[in-house]
């Protein structure tokens, strides 16, 4: 097998040669732009699922149908450490300077960047230096209170106005949206709060992990009227063999069947692993049809490079508490786990494990699907943390 013409490509927010199984979020986006051109109100949309099945991927191709929609478009990455605000001030200046260029009449575009550089004043009070190159008079009493909550939704109201005076529309696409703070969340969702009601040209497209609904409607109680919360998870069994099946058919190649539901008991349909397995599969296999036998025997190197390439950056990142702590969870078998089970299989009280339990949720590693369990956010992790730690010692 060539392995230059391997089309498998794992990785980070690499796009699969064969999108499978994800139709129904692409036509929910492709009707969310089609909605607002039309200056019909629609629901935002907030991607949820676990790491490795293709929230990121979607995301990029859900920009690529709104630049195709004629949108103009604005997609970051959230982390920790780096406030919303200053996320976002330099695209919405850039933002601003393209709608600034189109030929129309009207004052909109110097107003949304007046705005911007009176947001920007007040927010350098509380995050230090922030210098974007914004040489423009600040509008007074617009976006410059220093609250978030306050300051964000006006400025969000600007661009809006900006582009729907210049025919224009705006997609805001968000990644790892569960990293900002309850007053970030807070803020973007009366933003959002605010282009509904204004029936403004401005729509959210964001993804995290299965908490953000949960998150949101802490946050602000209408959150589920203005967002859909699409769920992205494992691809059925059909969909995970197209996913492997039609990429190398196109290249003159084929899975037998046997191997295609091997690989499939192996990965259970999350996307990444489907993405390792058919890479190495092909790498390995001498001839077409790839069989059944290739699979069982690149089986150790699979879950190697996935040990080290997709888990192991994850457990590095754990103090040792926190790994036992996962271990407990590895032990009592597959997920979601009950708190008071988790505290027994350490011997200790429930209320003690109460920090590490935090931390282990602001690194994205545990979410609690509902009172009282806890599930790992990256699917097999259970699997893995029993072969890194083969002894549980409480």
């Known amino acids: 097998m060539d392995k230059i013409r391997n089309p498998f490509s794992p990785g980070a927010g690499s796009p ?16 969310l732009f089609g909605r607002v051109l039309a200056k019909r109100p629609e629901k935002s949309l907030l991607l949820t699922g676990l ?26 990455e959230a982390h920790e450490g780096k406030p919303l605000a200053v996320l976002l001030a330099p695209h919405l200046r850039r933002l601003l300077f393209d709608l600034d260029r189109v030929k129309a009449a009207g004052d909109k575009v110097r107003r949304g960047l007046g705005v ?14 922030l210098d974007i190159g914004l040489d423009i008079e600040p509008e007074p009493g617009s976006a410059d209170s220093g609250d978030l909550e306050v300051d964000l939704p006006n400025l969000f109201v600007a661009v809006g106005e900006a582009a729907q005076e210049r025919g224009a529309a705006v997609a805001i696409l968000i990644d790892e949206i569960q990293y900002f703070s309850t ?34 409607g802490e946050s602000k109680s209408y959150a589920e009227r203005l967002f859909n919360f699409p769920a992205v998870g494992p691809l059925p069994e059909p969909d995970a063999a197209r996913a492997l099946q039609d990429p ?43 069989g059944a036998d290739v699979i069982r025997e690149t089986s150790a190197l699979v879950s190697q490079r996935l040990d080290e390439n997709f888990f192991r950056v994850r457990f590095d990142r754990l103090t040792p508490r926190e790994k036992t702590y996962l271990r407990a969870m590895a032990e009592l078998g597959e997920g979601p786990y009950r708190t008071g089970d988790i505290a027994d299989k350490l011997g200790v009280k429930t209320t003690s494990l ?17 009172h009282g369990e806890m599930a790992f956010t990256v699917p097999l992790f259970d699997a893995f943390m029993r072969r890194a730690m083969p002894r549980f010692e409480p």
């Open 16 to 31: 699969p040669p064969e999108l499978a199984g994800r139709e129904g979020i692409l036509e929910q986006a492709q009707v």
């Open 183 to 216: 007053e970030e969340l807070s803020a973007l969702i009366m933003a959002m709060h605010r282009m509904q009601q204004r029936q403004l040209p401005l729509v959210l497209v964001g993804a995290g992990l299965p908490i953000l609904p949960g998150l949101a």
């Open 354 to 370: 109460a920090p590490v339990r935090a931390n282990l949720i602001k690194k994205g590693m545990v979410y609690s699907p509902s």
């Open 51 to 76: 790491r490795g099945v293709g929230k990121t991927v979607l995301l990029n191709q859900i920009e690529r149908i709104a630049l195709a929609e004629g949108f103009r478009t604005i997609l970051v």
């Open 116 to 129: 911007l550089r009176s947001f920007i004043g007040a927010i350098k009070v509380k995050v230090g230096d």
């Open 248 to 290: 190398v058919q196109a290249e003159g190649v084929a899975f037998d069947l046997d191997a295609l539901h091997e690989i499939f008991r192996l990965t259970q349909g999350y996307p990444y692993f489907l993405q390792e397995w058919g890479y190495q599969a092909w790498n390995h296999a001498a001839a077409s049809p790839i």
